[in-house]
């Protein structure tokens, strides 16, 4: 939404500028609603910026979630191909030694050393998803923010026109024997 204050400033001073008080009054009038209508611009622009950096902000957010995914799932690779060669070497050892590794204590090792290698496998995925979802969280939390911001803009500007004209009004329109 976008606001053109010298143009809704010299409309308003056109309508206040009639009633009466001459020349002087009216320009000063004109110019509080100029700046009463200013305020109220800002407030809005104020608000969409802020909704927009917050946007931006929850982007960044998801695609640091995204990177944090990405980072686990290579490390989990990394590891799985480690454990398997740790397994390999295992067995190898096992069979020159001249053990049967089909049964008995070799199984047993081989089965461990993979059990152990996979729950590593496992830590990693579950640590780089914690780190993704608190990137979600802060996305979440961003988006939030910039509507409130949004938001707050608009009752600003609001209550920024509010005030002014009321101003005006009151100081336009004296009571009798004021």
């Not at 969409?48 to 929850?58: C, E, P, R, T």
């Not at 590891?79 to 008995?104: E, F, H, I, K, W």
Request: proline fraction near 2%.
């Amino acid at each position: 939404m976008c606001f053109d204050p010298f143009s809704i400033g010299a409309s308003i001073a056109a309508i206040a500028g009639g009633g009466g008080g001459g020349a002087a009054s009216g320009i000063g009038t004109a110019l509080s609603a100029l700046g009463t209508v200013a305020g109220a611009v800002g407030a809005v622009q104020a608000g969409n910026q802020a909704n927009a950096v917050g946007n931006y902000n929850a982007q960044v957010a998801e695609n640091n979630a995204a990177a944090e995914r990405q980072r686990a799932a290579y490390e989990a690779g990394i590891t799985r191909d480690r454990v398997r060669q740790v397994v390999g070497a295992q067995r190898a050892a096992a069979a020159a030694s001249g053990l049967d590794v089909q049964s008995g204590t070799p199984v047993t090792v081989l089965g461990d050393t993979a059990k152990q290698g996979e729950l590593d496998v496992l830590a990693r995925l579950y640590s780089g998803e914690s780190a993704a979802r608190a990137s979600q969280n802060d996305a979440t939390m961003f988006r939030a923010q910039g509507k409130a911001q949004k938001q707050a803009g608009f009752i600003n500007a609001a209550s920024s026109l509010m005030s002014g004209f009321s101003n005006m009004a009151s100081s336009r329109y004296r009571p009798l024997g004021a």
